[in-house]
């Protein structure tokens, strides 16, 4: 990797870091079945965890089985799970075959020109992010190792705890 490309990826971590927030990403990509999807309008529904991954890179599948797990059990407390692949155009067939083999669920959507993800200041995958309702980003982590999914499925816990009855401390303290 170059210098330049090096000072970029720091110049908009730092942007991201400064705002903390999404509306700058508010990206509009193809989903799996050619259909459009806008980070505004799943933002509506409440927050999402947005894994970004290739079909070449094993550690981007190793943490896919986490989200389709975390997808499979905590999507009914409001938050959405998506994968973002950054595969290339002529890959996509090859995404739909792994996406099947691996019997994953959750929405993935595609960005072949991988300007979704250079706009969340990721030059690699896999990349993972955590967004509120309001778009601001909870959490961010890039690269995989066994483990890493104990800390995202704490902070997704953390993200849901308010919609889980009892959840919230503040109803904690008056019962």
């Known amino acids: 990797m170059d210098f330049k490309k090096i000072l970029m990826a720091i110049t908009l971590a730092a942007v991201l870091c400064a705002t903390g927030r999404a509306?700058?990403?508010n990206f509009k990509l193809?989903?799996?079945?050619?259909?459009?999807?806008?980070?505004?309008?799943?933002?509506?529904k409440g927050p999402v965890v947005i894994s970004f991954w290739a079909t070449w890179c094993h550690p981007c599948q190793e943490e896919l089985k986490h989200i389709q797990k975390f997808?499979?059990?905590y999507s009914d407390s409001g938050i959405s799970f998506y994968g973002i692949s950054i595969d290339g155009v002529k890959d996509k067939n090859k995404i739909k075959a792994l996406i099947k083999g691996k019997s994953f669920t959750f929405p993935v959507l595609l960005d072949p020109e991988q300007e979704v993800m250079k706009s969340f200041g990721l030059s690699d995958v896999p990349g993972i992010f955590i967004l509120s309702r309001e778009g601001k980003i909870l959490y961010?982590?890039?690269?995989y190792k066994a483990?890493?999914?104990?800390?995202l499925e704490s902070n997704i816990i953390e993200v849901i705890r308010p919609a889980i009855p009892g959840g919230n401390k503040a109803d904690r303290d008056t019962i």
């Open 23 to 25: 509306g700058d990403l």
């Open 30 to 44: 193809k989903d799996i079945e050619n259909q459009r999807v806008q980070l505004s309008e799943i933002l509506k």
């Open 71 to 73: 997808h499979e059990l």
């Open 140 to 143: 961010r982590h890039s690269g």
């Open 147 to 151: 483990g890493d999914e104990t800390e």
